[in-house]
């Protein structure tokens, strides 16, 4: 534990002036994101309240959004703290991925597996555990956008009929058959090979 001393001669700020500005850096985000992805999207976007507070949370945290070139995909990367998603995918798509990321980059943070303590299958689970809490809750922000008449994908419209019927077991379930559009691999098969590339084999444990 460390103090910073300057933050004890800044003033502190009344409850309405911190609201303000509160409002004021909400606003200049929406213009961001406005600028980055267009103002159709925006307007989608605010359609839906939860993904607006997933966005007010990863502007407060300081991780950044990207439009990245190439096929359509999205990923959180921990070095560079940015969520890049596809430039060319469809808006539905760029929404639902901002807060599937959002998860993985401030909800539930993946951590490297370590050399001699993590066991292959404790990290393959775990690494499940997170992409299942990842889809349950892009599965709020399908239904906030069909409850505003916004179209979603059939592939969404998948998981969230897999979820009201059987809750996030349901999920975890279908997402160990799931082929990962990455590798080809299902994604307990490209979990693993994650451990490996991370943990020499001597000091792998099963
Ligand atoms: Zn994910």
Redesign the pocket.
């Known amino acids: 534990m460390f103090r910073i001393p300057g933050l004890f001669l800044m003033p502190r700020k009344t409850d309405s002036e911190q609201s303000k500005a509160k409002a004021k850096a909400a606003k200049s985000s929406l213009r961001n994101l406005k600028r980055q992805f267009g103002k159709r999207m925006v307007e989608t976007l605010l359609k839906s309240p939860t993904l607006i507070d997933d966005i007010d949370k990863i502007r407060a945290a300081g991780v950044r959004i990207r439009l990245v070139d190439g096929p359509c995909r999205a990923y959180y990367d921990r070095k560079k703290r940015t969520i890049y998603i596809g430039r060319w995918c469809p808006r539905n798509y760029k929404l639902i991925s901002i807060a599937?990321?959002f998860?993985?980059a401030l909800v539930k943070p993946t951590l490297d597996p370590i050399p001699g303590k993590t066991g292959r299958q404790e990290f393959i689970n775990r690494c499940l555990e997170?992409?299942t809490e990842?889809?349950v809750h892009e599965i709020e922000i399908v239904k906030e956008l069909i409850k505003a008449g916004t179209p979603v994908d059939p592939k969404e419209l998948e998981w969230l009929k897999r979820y009201r019927r059987g809750g996030r077991k349901a999920i975890r379930k279908a997402l160990e058959k799931t082929i990962t559009s990455t590798t080809g691999e299902d994604y307990p098969e490209y979990y693993g090979s994650w451990y490996d590339e991370i943990v020499p084999p001597a000091q792998r444990i099963p």
């Open positions: 599937h990321e998860v993985h997170e992409e990842a889809i």
